[in-house]
């Protein structure tokens, strides 16, 4: 069975194939989540380095993730089983010509996919996204944490 680390030892929801703290495994032990490899294999590629921004609301958590260049038909948002929310695409290589000459070929292509571990209080059946100026904004709702009843108990005894 292989690991697959957090990107971000210091967010307990981001899930992520690539470890940028490899060097530094002696604590690596603490910041992994176990999954088999297959299940994340081959999935990625360079594209696969989108950023996103999580945000914490009163009513919601935000992600966004810029996209540029990236149409909304290209672009999956699904929700999987344990409240993972999948953020998955692809940017077509552009065509080219028989008589064109690159000089410079520095835009990003190919698959790209990340992995959000959503919070408990997450309303995964609700999570609304839209893509606007190519950046993808995925919306999850969140429900009201109840906060414990507190009952204050009378402390029966006899006197000192």
């Known amino acids: 069975m292989s690991i697959i680390h957090r990107s971000n030892i ?3 929801f981001s899930l992520d194939v690539r470890d940028p703290f490899e060097a530094i495994s002696s604590f690596s032990n603490n910041t992994v989540l176990s999954f088999p490899r297959s299940n994340f294999a081959g999935e990625t590629s360079a ?3 989108i950023r996103i921004d999580w945000k914490e609301t009163p009513e919601a958590h935000v992600l966004k993730a810029d996209l540029p260049w990236v149409k909304k038909e290209e672009v999956k948002v699904e929700v999987e089983e344990g409240r993972v929310l999948l953020i998955s695409g692809e940017r ?3 065509q080219e010509e028989k008589n064109d000459r690159w000089h410079r070929l520095e835009r990003s292509s190919g698959k790209f996919l990340r992995r959000f571990r959503l919070p408990e209080n997450a309303k995964v059946e609700q999570v609304k996204a839209s893509m606007e100026d190519g950046v993808l904004t995925v919306t ?4 009201e944490v109840k906060k414990p009843e507190v009952k204050s108990i009378e402390i029966a005894g006899g006197s000192n």
């Open 10 to 12: 210091f967010d307990p």
């Open 47 to 49: 594209f696969a380095n």
């Open 92 to 94: 077509s290589k552009e």
């Open 140 to 143: 999850v709702p969140k429900e």
